[in-house]
C-alpha cells in the first residue's frame, strides 16, 4: 500500500548556549551541545560510543581490541572504572597490570579514539554490590546519598582516579570527551550534584559531564547532559514473564526516549517525578546504553540475535538519537577477586546470580575477543554515520499519521523520516525477535517536503520482506551529482583518483533502483540494467548488486561520480581504512584492522584460503584488487573429549532475592556434574578457542583447582580463549538442570537443559595477516 509524510518546515535554529558544558581553551576542535544534537569544531557531530571494560580483558590485548572497535566504527571508547576492581582491599589502590586504567585511555588516544569514564561511584555493570568494595558496604553509612561517611570514601576515590587521568582531559590533548557520574539513580539529583562537584575538585575535567537517564530519573536541573539507553532482551525479569513490554518497545518508531524497564528490578518501575522526556527540549537525544548484547543471569538466559541488535540501532537513529552508544560493544571476563568472587550474585543481596567469570554479553565482540555477526551489521551503520551522520543528526525524527496502534500491532508498516526542509533519510524496521513481522507487499512511500516538493519511490510499489530493516537516502548530494531517491541504502564514499564514489548496499528481496535528479546529470554508464528518463528523472533500474555494480556518472558540472551498489552478503564484509596510502574500502569475511600504516586481516574460522579485496585498486587493473594471503600452514590439531565421570541427580532449585531461582552452590559441581577431560594438542596456535558444543545447567571449566571459564547454558556454543589457559587439558563440569525449576531458557535451545553432556569440541583458530 502507499505511505505518505510530511516534512514540517524547519523549526528554527536549536537552543545554543543554554547549558554550562565548555570544552577547554583553545582547542581546535570544540565540543558544544544544542538542544537538539551535538557540534565538535563548528560541526554537528554524530558520536558512536561502545563499552568496554579494560578491568575484564588482558591488558596485552588491549590495543588489538581497540582497534577492532575502531574499525567497527567506533569513534568512542566508554568504560565503567570498577572501585571494587581496583581497592578490594582498603587502603590497597591498584592501577597495574589489567587495571591500568592510564595506560587504556593513552592507547584511546595513540589510535584517535575519545574516552569516556564512567566513574560511579556505583556502577552496576553486573558486579558484586554494584562495584562498591565490600569494606565500603561495611561501614556505618547509606551509600548512595550525602552521607558524611559515604562521601570521604568518595573523595579518596575520586581522587585516585583523577591521579591517574592527570593530562589526559582535551586542555592537554587528551582524549576524554565526557565523565559519567554514578549510574542509574533516579531519584538523588541532589546526590548526583555533589559528586559531580567531588570529581571536579579533585582534578577531572570533559567538556561534557553525563548521567543515566532511564526510569524517570530526576537530574539537576542543567548540570548532567541525560543519556538514555534501550535493550533487546532483559536478565534482569522474571523467568515467566516473557518478552517484556519495555523491550518489544524499541522496535517502533517512537519519539518516547525513556525506558523504564532498565534496571527495574533495583527500583520502582512507575516513579513520581518530571517526565524525562521534558528535558527533550533543552537537550538532545543521545544514548550510551543500546543494547550490543545481553547478559545471562541464572533464572533468566535471553538469546539475542545479529538482526535484533542491527534493527536496535537503526531504529534509534530513525527515532532521533544523535549518539549511538553500546552497552556492551567488547564482552570480558571478571578479574578473580582477592577476597570473594566479584560477579552480582544473591549473596550480596542483588535480585540476580551472574556466573562468576563469563560476562560475554554476547556482545559484537565477545569475551575472548570474537567476531560475532552483530559486529558486521553495526559495522555498516557506522560507517554510514561516519559520513552523513553530520547531515542526519540536525535532521528531526517526523513519523507518519499512520503508524501503529499500539504494541502489538505487527501488521502497520513501521517507519520514520529524519529530514530538514528539502531532503532526509528514511527509515523502516520490518524486524522483531521472538514474534516475526509480515511481509508488505505493494509498498511504496511519498515524503512531502516544504522545498522542492515530494519525493516518491519506487518507481513501482515492492514487497518490504519481513526481517527487512533499512535506510533510503532522500535528495542527497555526492560529489555534484543529486541522488533523489535510491531503494538501497547508503554505507560509506571512497576517492577514486577524484572521483567520488557512493557505496551503497541493497535491500535482500528489494531490487535496487536509483534515481538522480536529470538535472546534476550530464551522461551515465551502468553494467546491468537500464537507464530511463521519467519526470526530470534518472532512473537506473535492473542493477544486478555486487563488486561489478559501478554506475559510472558524468555530472552536469563535468565532474565524475561512482555510485557502487554492493549485494547484502558482500556489504557485511565492507570496512574503510587506510591502505597503500589512501583511504579505500576492504572486503574481507574475517576482521580488519587499520593500524596507522599497517593493515591486519583476521582471518575467519574455515575461510579457506584467506583473501581481502580493497577499492580502489592500488595498480589500477580492474575495480578490487584481489589479495590472496600466503604464509606457512598452521596445523591446529584436534581436541579430545573423555567422560570421566556421568552426572548425577541434578540438585534441587533453591531461590533466592525476588523468590528468583538461585545458581547451584559450588558443592554440586564436586559431588554430582558430569565431568570431562578435555585434553589439547601440542603447540596449540595463539589466537585459539577450544569451542565447546554441550547441553546442560551451568558449566565450569578448571586448570588444577582453578576456576578459569563459566557458562550458563542457553543453546549457545561455549568458547575459552586458549591464549588465557596455557596448558595441555582442561576438567569441564556440567551439572544438569532441574526439570520445572523456575528458569528461562530459550525455546532455541532445544530443550537439552536438562541433560549434563558435552557432545563434542573442537578448535578454532584466527590467524593473523600483516598488510604492508
Keep these: 500500500m502507499p505511505h505518505r ?80 576492581h581496583h581497592e578490594e582491599i582498603e587502603g590497597r589502590v591498584r592501577f597495574d597490570g589489567d587495571r591500568d586504567l592510564r595506560r587504556f585511555v593513552e592507547l584511546c ?55 591517574e587521568l592527570r593530562g589526559l582531559d582535551r586542555a592537554h590533548g587528551g582524549p576524554i570527551v565526557a565523565v559519567q557520574i554514578e549510574n542509574e539513580l533516579y531519584d538523588q539529583p541532589g546526590h548526583l550534584l555533589t559528586l559531580k562537584r567531588m570529581a571536579q575538585e579533585a582534578g577531572l575535567s570533559a567538556p561534557l559531564w553525563t548521567s543515566t537517564a532511564w526510569g524517570g530519573v530526576r537530574l539537576p536541573p542543567d548540570e548532567l547532559l541525560p543519556l538514555y539507553g534501550g535493550y533487546t532482551e532483559t536478565f534482569w525479569t522474571e523467568a515467566d514473564g516473557g518478552w517484556p513490554d519495555t523491550c518489544r518497545k524499541h522496535f517502533f518508531f517512537t519519539h518516547q526516549r525513556d525506558d523504564e524497564g532498565i534496571g527495574s528490578d533495583l527500583r520502582p518501575v512507575h516513579v513520581r517525578g518530571s517526565a524525562p522526556d521534558a528535558l527533550a527540549d533543552r537537550f538532545p537525544w543521545a544514548t550510551c546504553e543500546l543494547g550490543g548484547g545481553m547478559a545471562v543471569s541464572y533464572h533468566r538466559r535471553p538469546r539475542v540475535d545479529a538482526a535484533d541488535i542491527a534493527a536496535l540501532g537503526l531504529t534509534k537513529i530513525g527515532c532521533g538519537s544523535v549518539w549511538q552508544g553500546y552497552y556492551m560493544f567488547h564482552g570480558g571476563t571478571n578479574p578473580p577477586g582477592e577476597l570473594t568472587s566479584l560477579q552480582e550474585s544473591h549473596a550480596t543481596g542483588y535480585p540476580n546470580d551472574l556466573p562468576v567469570l563469563t560476562y560475554d554479553f554476547q556482545a559484537p565482540l565477545g569475551e575472548y575477543g570474537q567476531y560475532r555477526a552483530t559486529y558486521d551489521e553495526l559495522r555498516l551503520q557506522h560507517l554510514l554515520l561516519a559520513d552523513f551522520g553530520h547531515l542526519i543528526a540536525p535532521m528531526e525524527s517526523v513519523l507518519p499519521e499512520e503508524r501503529p496502534r499500539g504494541q502489538d500491532d505487527r501488521d502497520t508498516l513501521r517507519w520514520a523520516v529524519r529530514g530538514d526542509g528539502g531532503s532526509g533519510f528514511l527509515f523502516v524496521n520490518n524486524h522483531q525477535p ?41 535528495r542527497l548530494d555526492v560529489g555534484g551529482v543529486r541522488v533523489e531517491w535510491a531503494t538501497a541504502q547508503p554505507v560509506c564514499t571512497v576517492d577514486d583518483s577524484g572521483r567520488t564514489v557512493l557505496v551503497l548496499v541493497a535491500v535482500e528481496g528489494i531490487a535496487p533502483e536509483l534515481a538522480l535528479d536529470a538535472s546534476t546529470v550530464g551522461s551515465v554508464r551502468t553494467p546491468s540494467g537500464k537507464v530511463t528518463y521519467p519526470d526530470g528523472r534518472v532512473l537506473v533500474s535492473g542493477l544486478r548488486p555486487g563488486t561489478d555494480a559501478l554506475v559510472e556518472v558524468e555530472t552536469s558540472g563535468g565532474d565524475r561520480v561512482g555510485l557502487l ?77 573423555t567422560l570421566v565421570r556421568a552426572a548425577g541427580a541434578a540438585p534441587e532449585p ?40 554441550w547441553t546442560g545447567d551451568v558449566g565450569r571449566a578448571y586448570v588444577g583447582d582453578a576456576l578459569v571459564a563459566d557458562q550458563f547454558f542457553s543453546g549457545r556454543v561455549w568458547d575459552i580463549g586458549l591464549d588465557r589457559v596455557p596448558v595441555g587439558s582442561l576438567r569441564v563440569r556440567v551439572l544438569p538442570g532441574f526439570e520445572g525449576a523456575d528458569v528461562y531458557v530459550p525455546p532455541e535451545a532445544g530443550g537439552g537443559w536438562g541433560r549434563a553432556c558435552i557432545e563434542r569440541v573442537e578448535l578454532v583458530t584466527v590467524r593473523r595477516w600483516a598488510v604492508g
Excluded at 516475526?436 to 515492492?462: A, K, N, R
Excluded at 600466503?630 to 596445523?635: I, M, R
Design 109 to 163: 588516544a595513540r589510535h584517535g579514539l575519545d574516552f569516556i569514564p564512567r566513574i560511579g561511584p556505583w556502577v552496576h555493570a553486573e558486579v558484586r554490590n554494584g562495584g562498591l568494595p565490600d569494606w565500603l558496604s561495611a561501614r556505618d553509612c547509606v551509600p548512595r546519598t550525602d552521607d558524611p561517611v559515604y562521601l570521604e570514601a568518595v573523595g579518596a576515590w575520586f581522587a585516585a582516579i583523577a591521579g
Design 565 to 641: 551498489v554492493l549485494d547484502a552478503v558482500t556489504a557485511r564484509t565492507a570496512y574503510r581504512g587506510v591502505v597503500w596510502g589512501a583511504e579505500r574500502l576492504v572486503l574481507a569475511e574475517g576482521g580488519v584492522v587499520f593500524d596507522q600504516g599497517e593493515v591486519r586481516v583476521h582471518s575467519a574460522p574455515s575461510a579457506g584460503q584467506p583473501s581481502f579485496a580493497v577499492f580502489p585498486s592500488p595498480d589500477e587493473q580492474g575495480m578490487f584488487k584481489q589479495c590472496v594471503l600466503s604464509g606457512d600452514d598452521v596445523s591446529v590439531g584436534e581436541a579430545s573429549v
Design 434 to 474: 521472538h514474534e516475526p513481522l509480515p511481509d508488505h507487499p505493494g509498498t511504496s512511500f511519498t515524503v512531502e517536503f516544504p522545498e522542492g516538493g515530494p519525493v516518491t519511490l519506487p518507481s513501482t510499489p515492492v514487497t518490504v520482506p519481513s526481517g527487512a530493516t533499512f535506510c533510503w537516502p532522500l
Design 5 to 84: 509524510l510530511s516534512v514540517p518546515a524547519p523549526s528554527g535554529p536549536p537552543l545554543t548556549g543554554h547549558l554550562p558544558f565548555a570544552d577547554a581553551p583553545g582547542v581546535p576542535d570544540p565540543i558544544e551541545v544544542t538542544s537538539r544534537y551535538l557540534t565538535r569544531g563548528g560541526r554537528p557531530w554524530f558520536p558512536v560510543s561502545g563499552e568496554f571494560h579494560y578491568s575484564r580483558y588482558p591488558a596485552g590485548e588491549w590495543e588489538e581490541e581497540l582497534l577492532k572497535m575502531k574499525a567497527g566504527g567506533i569513534t568512542v571508547v566508554a568504560s565503567y572504572v570498577i572501585w571494587i
Design 654 to 693: 533453591v531461590t533466592g532475592v525476588l523468590g528468583r531461582a538461585s545458581a547451584p552452590a559450588d558443592k554440586y559441581f564436586d559431588a554430582v556434574a558430569a565431568e570431562y577431560l578435555v585434553e589439547l594438542p601440542d603447540g596449540v596456535p595463539p589466537g585459539t578457542l577450544l569451542r565447546i558444543h
